[in-house]
């Protein structure tokens, strides 16, 4: 039996990166997917067409997490098509890096908007979605499940990239207050945090040989991850193997949050 068989899973962000790859690992394992972006419908439908090759079940819905009537109408289309919901992945996410002086109001506040705000948009309506469906036996133990897409820059500062590290800060504990309030209706909130994997959002550092270079010296484990890491511990963090896991931060990151800079120093 597939660990995700039946359920229906809404990942944000899913045309490239993680949210690809974590749609690609929930649809091998049973899931119908909801495919969300907000700007790469091409990517989009590179990601159906890969899980549409295995004879995999999903659909695509455009929608910027950060406007609320977009969020309510990715949900209703998703239920309308495939019944329910029965996990978020709040994956999407986008970076503006600047020096502290140098950022704009624009860039701190759009940052905010996607990387948090839009995962309250999306928790909410997929927690209600959760407590009106109730707990499905033959699917999950749980009424609902909630992946947090957070980051290592929930707990490692990152000077220049301000506004991006206090999303992750903010995410980790929102999901942290989530899982401490919907417990009682099992619904299951916990967060992933990736440390360096190989998307577009840090391309420019693992194409470029000598900042490669620099980035391995970050991770202990000597490889820069890939998409597939994620999606296997998303999978994992959506299935029953992890039910009694709740309000946690899984840190995927190849011992990036060990401080490597101690290894011979201090
Ligand atoms: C960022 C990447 C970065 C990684 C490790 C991620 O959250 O999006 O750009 O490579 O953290 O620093």
Known sequence: MKRLQGQTALITGASSGLGQGIALAMAREGAQICINYSHSQEGAEETLQEIESFGGKAMIVQADVSKQPAV???????????????????????????????????DWQKVLDINLTGQFLCAQEAAREFMRRGIVKERSQAAGKIICMSSVHDIIPWAGHINY?????????????????????KIRVNALSPGAIKTRINESVWKDEHERKQLLKLIP?????????IGKAAVWLASDESDYVQGQTIYVDGGMTLYPGFVDNG
């Open 221 to 229: 484990y000597q490889r820069i991850g890939e998409p597939e890491d």
């Open 72 to 106: 309510k109408a990715m949900f209703q289309k998703t239920i309308q098509t495939f019944g329910t919901v029965d996990i978020l992945v709040s994956n999407a996410g986008i970076q503006k890096d600047a020096s502290f002086l140098d950022m704009s109001l624009e």
């Open 165 to 185: 590290a206090t999303t992750k800060g903010g995410v980790l504990m929102f999901m942290k207050t989530l899982a401490q309030e919907l417990s009682p209706y």
